[in-house]
């Protein structure tokens, strides 16, 4: 078995007079060379004997000092092994420093393990040490590992928390199997009110008002305990849960996390101060300071950060460039992040979501269904119900712009029973209502939109993005509900908004809501003009999939205006009517038919039954025929 791992490294019989250098080994012998991970292979199929005896063929073979330490570990000459333990820690060090944290985390263990039992306090640092570490790589396996440890070494409540909020830490959004955790967490925090300075709010996961109570009482316990880095962990999640329920002053919060002035990867990038205001700032529409901050994020992740981090950084910056009209840009970090997803065995729910965002305004439409559908159910699988619902939120929205109207209601009806009855206080945080108002107005459900619009918290300000966004489904439903006038001049006001913001997509998608207005009422001249505004702006975004819907809507007006002396002969039909019968009588089924008007299938059979009462006929053929004699 010895020479079975030793030529699996590349030496043995034959191959001992090349030397170590792993580029020599494979330049002269390219024929014997295998990876690293199938001499583990060959090692992890033996019997115990043989695995002991191969690490230690192994410890000799590898030229990496790191790994040759960890086969050295592996072949445990002894239970114990102070010196061993020792060299083990400092690989782990190295390890951790260039960015490993899986190998990290299992040479931690195994510094532990070979640490002698009457050090006992040293064992427990060492396996709480390899939690974090394998939170840090998302090896839930290895992190239960390592807290099974920390709970048979007589830990305080403070370290038994530690390391079983490593294990929840190390499923991300993958929530579902953790449920016991949580409860576990709690029960021992009671009995140690010092512990819960070690609580991050997540640990109240399932009701975000207990999360506010116990991030403000961490915070204060780790400031009398002069922990900054804790203190800073707590008010970052006090900040986020107050921002989600509108209590409190989560900008205040987040400043004084700020101040304390810990490294960003002090306890994980995606858990800092620093990247939750760079969320907050994207949140708020303040584009340039969210590119600014998550752009020194990435350096930092880039250096000590783990791939997760990386991930969350990239998703970020393509939200940012989607708000701010640079669609090519989004697509390479929405592309950068599912890539390194996928690489790393990460959940694809999030990066599934933020690429079907990405191919919606930059890509194509097919392609960002594609995503949010697979999103979806890879987000429902791991538990994962925020992902899930932004996934969703894609699929309803892509549906309501290429017309598949009763397809977006059901996507939105499916979000909003599977939301968390515990809304966001704050609309900007999750902005899917708006989508859903304008599909339900699609559809014919007023009544169902006008309950929605009433959900519009009446603290948010009217004049922001976010507001705007309400307007403009707000203006939709007046007009369908025969306010017209009233919704026309709803509009440019929330697109001068959306331009003020630098939100080019939001402005252009006002434009030609309210250019869709204009045509239903033959305002031709003010409908083309919408039109043309909002294809500038798409065409400047290239953002090539809405660009292609508005200039459809342009050839459909201009060919409106040039057969509107046959259209007013056709026995007083609309212009809807006379639309939906040119596509009827060419073939089009009801559904394509109201793929291409933007309007339900049940609003195509009443408005075909309107067209056939007044053309006097009961068939499609009967149809093409009236139509014929009224053209001829």
Known sequence: MADRAAWACGTGPGLLGYGSD??????????????????????????????????????????????????????????????????????????????????????????????????????????????????????????????????????????????????????????????????????????????????RANVSNSDPHEALGAARKAAELARSAGRPALEAASLTMRARMERVLNEGDSRATLDRALALDVAAEADG?????????????????????????????????????????????????????????????????????????????????????????????????????????YGERAAREEGDVLHRNRNLWMAGAVRLHTGDINGAVTAFALLDRTEDSRRPADPSVFRWQPDAIEALVAAGELTSAQNMILTFPATARQNSATGAGWTRARALLLDRAGETDRAVELLPAAAEVFRRDGLPLEEARTHLARGRIQRAHRRQAAARTAFQDARDLYLLARAQPMLATVQEHLDRLDGQGRSRSREEGRAGLTDSEARLADLVSRGATNQQAAQQMYISVKTVESMLSRIYRKLRVRSRTQLLAALLAHTG
Do not use: M
């Open 22 to 199: 792993p580029w020599c080994r494979w330049r002269t012998c390219r024929r014997y060379w295998v990876p690293r991970a199938l001499a583990d292979g060959v090692v992890g199929s033996a019997g115990q004997q043989e695995r002991t005896d191969a690490h230690r063929s192994l410890a000799y073979a590898e030229a990496d000092p790191v790994h040759a330490v960890r086969h050295r570990a592996l072949s445990r000459p002894e239970a114990t092994d102070q010196c061993l333990a020792e060299d083990t820690a400092e690989a782990a060090g190295r390890a951790r420093a260039d960015g490993e944290r899986a190998l990290s985390a299992e040479l931690f263990v195994l510094a532990a393990e070979l640490t002698p039992v009457n050090r006992p306090a040293l064992r427990l640092s060492r396996f709480l040490t390899a939690a974090r570490e394998a939170a840090a790589a998302g090896d839930s396996n290895l992190a239960r590992r390592a807290a099974n440890a920390v709970a048979a070494s007589r830990p305080t409540p403070a370290e038994h928390v530690a390391a079983l909020l490593a294990v929840v830490d190390s499923h991300s959004q993958a929530l579902a199997g953790v449920a016991g955790l949580f409860e576990r967490c709690r029960r021992l925090a009671s009995s140690d009110p010092q512990s819960l300075a070690a609580i």
């Open 269 to 373: 990038i995606a858990n800092s101060p620093q990247y939750l205001a760079a969320r907050h700032a994207i949140f708020d529409d303040r584009l340039a300071e969210a590119r600014s901050r998550l752009t020194v994020l990435l350096a930092v992740a880039e250096q000590h950060g783990q791939e997760e981090d990386l991930v969350d950084i990239w998703r970020s910056l393509a939200e940012v460039e989607v708000r701010s009209g640079a669609c090519a840009k989004a697509l390479a970090w929405a592309g950068k992040a599912l890539d390194a997803s996928v690489a790393a065995g990460l959940s694809l729910g999030p990066a599934c979501y933020t690429t079907a965002l990405a191919q919606s305004t930059g890509g194509s439409f097919a392609a960002a269904l594609r995503y949010a559908a």
